[in-house]
């Protein structure tokens, strides 16, 4: 199928951008890497009256490293995930980003188009999610910046952002001294996964001080809260481990489709949890720089 008609426009800075989110409100779309836009426009599942091409917004593409890692929104998912500042700053990104689609896709797709999209099955918001991440929106009015779970909340191809606000940076705190896992299942290489978790912890000796757990894979991007509880305070292995595996299914908003059912879905999600806390206990003491 062909899109329906709809007007276009490329701007060249933010400013432009944002007043042309002013002016069209709810009845324009941004377009960044168009990997998720594009195919809804063919199917006609989305229909603005106007698209807005920030691809030549220079200014939304970027990676600094000072303090804080800071990424416009532009970036895209290739660049996030060769990017030395971000390997050495959080390397459960890169180990994300290498599962998402195929090359071409991540040549084209953008970090703030994942988050804004929120598939639920994509990775980098349960993973920003883990890292406490926030994000900037710029509306003509000014900016504010949101959490990671205040973005997604329990939402399903949606976010807390206005129609006229453009997301433009996300920021992600440094983490010194963590270490992380990362699993997800999918049927094959490149295929949205059934479920995955983003593990990040720090240990002080054997004992873990603190463990932030991302989940992908159900209803919507989600902390896994009784998972994390479990594992403060206790000594890294087998039996901290498997009781936050049983919290991650717990908590996990496990749903069924024609792709596997929420038990199934429940069961990866502990296993997962499992096999991703101890890659990170394995590295536990290198950190994370
Ligand atoms: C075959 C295939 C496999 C894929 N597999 C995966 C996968 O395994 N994991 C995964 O996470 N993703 C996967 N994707 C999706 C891919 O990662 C997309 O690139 C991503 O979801 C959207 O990014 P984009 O830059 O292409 O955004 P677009 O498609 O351009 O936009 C997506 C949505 O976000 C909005 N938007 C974009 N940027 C902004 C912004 N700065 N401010 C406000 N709104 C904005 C758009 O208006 C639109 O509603 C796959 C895609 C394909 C085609």
Redesign the pocket.
Known sequence: MKPAVFDYSAPESIGEALDLLAEHGSGA???????????MLNFRLARPAHLID?NGVGSLSYISANGALRIG?MTR?TALGESGDVAGAHPVIPAAVA???HRA?RN???I???L??N?P????PAVLMALDAEVTARSADGERVIGMQDLIEDRLFDTT?DDTE??TEIRIPAAAGSSFGFREFARRH????LAGVAAVITTDGSTITQAALGAFGGTHATRLPTAEAALVGAEAGDAAFAAAGAGAAADFPATSDVHGTAEYRSHLINVLTVRALKDAAGQAGGGNG
């Open positions: 779309k941004v377009l960044a890497g168009g990997q998720s836009l594009v195919p920030v929104a998912l599962q998402i689609g896709i084209r797709g953008t703030g188009g994942s804004a999209h598939d099955a994509a990775e980098l952002l453009l997301l490149g295929d949205f996964a």
